[in-house]
């Protein structure tokens, strides 16, 4: 059975990745790395609580079979956009760059709808070049999810997510933004885990629809 490393394992995605890869029958271990506890007890969970700027403290540990990369937060969570570039492009890309070094094979990433490094938009120019960057790093397959808006069971509610996830649905129904369709943080790890069994090489980005057909009902 396979290891799966995961960081970002308390955020909506990732929480039902570690949650999915613990009953899946392909794992045999689950290493999660974050700054905080899961509060979560599994004889196939492995947890280390880590400083993301001290790596020579942690990267002799980060080895196994496929790297997930569901790390990220929020402008507001983060107070600045140094601090949210810092969380969603610096310690991703160094924790991607570790693995890759360590010889880990597989690597997927938790990106964004509408990532591109040429976007006037903050977010999307920072979410397309980690998009650009960990491409380039030696893993045999490298897959980059664009999930749309995402919704679920959070530990913190987020008004704004809630209300634009509302108007999307809206806009929705009657054929428009269908590419922005909202989806579930189980979705999404659930098309993870397909694609890691899936062992499909080299650099793949797969967006929102084909999230959905590839998320087992």
């Known amino acids: 059975m396979k290891t799966a490393i995961v960081i970002g394992g308390t955020g909506l995605v990732g929480n039902a990745l570690v949650l999915q890869l613990l009953n899946s029958t392909h794992f045999g271990q689950v290493l999660v790395f974050g700054r905080r506890s899961l509060e979560l007890v599994h004889e196939k969970l492995q947890e280390h609580i880590i400083n993301f700027d001290k790596p020579q403290l942690w990267k ?26 810092r969380v969603d492009y610096q310690y991703q890309f160094s924790m991607a760059s570790v693995a ?14 509408g990532a591109d490094s040429n976007s006037r938009l903050f977010y999307t ?34 008004p704004g997510e809630t209300a634009s996830v509302g108007l999307l649905k809206l806009l929705n129904a009657v054929g428009i933004l269908r590419k922005y369709r909202p989806i579930t943080g189980k979705q999404v790890a659930n098309a993870m ?13 797969y967006e929102n629809d084909q999230l959905f057909e590839l998320a087992v009902k």
């Open 60 to 85: 002799h540990l980060v080895k196994g079979d496929v790297f997930f990369s569901c790390l990220g937060t929020t402008l507001r969570q983060a107070g600045s956009k140094d601090a949210q570039y």
């Open 100 to 113: 890759a070094e360590n010889k880990v094979p597989a690597y997927i990433l938790v990106s964004s709808v």
């Open 125 to 158: 120019r920072m979410k397309g070049q980690l998009d650009e960057g960990v491409s380039r790093l030696p893993f045999i397959q490298t897959a980059i999810i664009r999930p749309g808006a995402l919704y679920g069971s959070r530990k913190k509610f987020r």
């Open 193 to 205: 885990i397909q694609i890691a069994l899936g062992e499909k090489r080299g650099v793949t980005i």
